[in-house]
């Protein structure tokens, strides 16, 4: 297959070395992209793993609607930034989700996802994002050998769950300025955060 890789951070280039290794052609890409050039590659599938960008209806529609994305998150709790902070800091299920994309964010139907569990005494931010990162991309490789079943695996996302902005993390560097920190520390840190914020009377995160 011809496989359109988006991706920002460098730690995807592992997974896309992997999917190059099953026989498949592999182009990356970091950038924007223009409706034009998708239509022109005709790519028989694209993956996203931590891309940075929204993709548009647009887009999604010039490359043949096969998109599909790898979400460190256990959707629908956690769709759109800093989904492993916002586990840890609101208790929600921490996870990994292979999903087919939509024009709304982290909402199209689910093709396979799997629970990770909770942080342990000893880890940190760091290692507790590398845990999901190894995660994501074992479902991706266990879920890639049924790839001729995918449309029939999918199934649309239950309940309401969470989203959180970029926006909505702004406040996190305000917090630690190292992601070595325990996650137990970052937690209190977070806890006496929101104390201050509610002495003042604002609201952190939005709710749907």
Same mark, same amino acid.
């Given at each position: ?17 992997? *999917? ?6 592999? *182009? ?6 223009? @409706? ?17 960008? +929204? ?32 586990? /840890? ?10 999903? #087919? ?9 689910? +093709? ?5 569990? $909770?942080?342990? @005494?000893? $880890? ?10 190894? &995660? ?8 890639? &050998? ?34 070595? /920190? ?10 006496? #955060?929101? $104390?201050?914020?509610? &002495?003042?009377?604002?609201? +952190?995160?939005?709710? *749907?």
């Amino acid at each position: 297959m011809k496989i359109l890789c988006l991706y920002h951070n460098p730690r995807a280039l592992e997974l896309f070395r992997w *999917i190059k290794g099953q026989g498949n052609q592999v *182009i990356l890409h970091t950038e924007r992209l223009e @409706p034009g050039w998708c239509g022109e590659q005709a790519f028989d599938l694209t993956i996203s793993y931590t891309y940075r960008y +929204i993709l548009s209806g647009e887009i999604l529609d010039a490359l043949g609607g096969n998109v599909v994305n790898l979400h460190n998150s256990f959707l629908p709790f956690n769709r759109g930034a800093d989904p492993n902070i916002w586990s /840890i800091l609101e208790g929600t299920p921490r996870g990994v989700t292979l999903h #087919y994309m939509t024009a709304g964010l982290d909402k199209g139907s689910i +093709i396979a996802q799997r629970l990770v569990g $909770a942080c342990g @005494p000893e $880890a940190t931010l760091a290692s507790s994002y590398e845990e999901l990162d190894r &995660a994501a991309k074992g479902l991706f490789m266990d879920a890639y &050998a049924w790839y001729g079943s995918w449309e029939g695996m999918k199934k649309e996302p239950r309940g309401k769950g969470s989203y959180h902005s970029v926006k909505d993390g702004s406040f996190l560097k305000e917090l630690t300025d190292t992601y070595d /920190i325990y996650v137990s520390d970052f937690k209190e840190r977070y806890r006496e #955060y929101q $104390a201050a914020k509610a &002495a003042r009377g604002g609201e +952190i995160g939005d709710r *749907i």
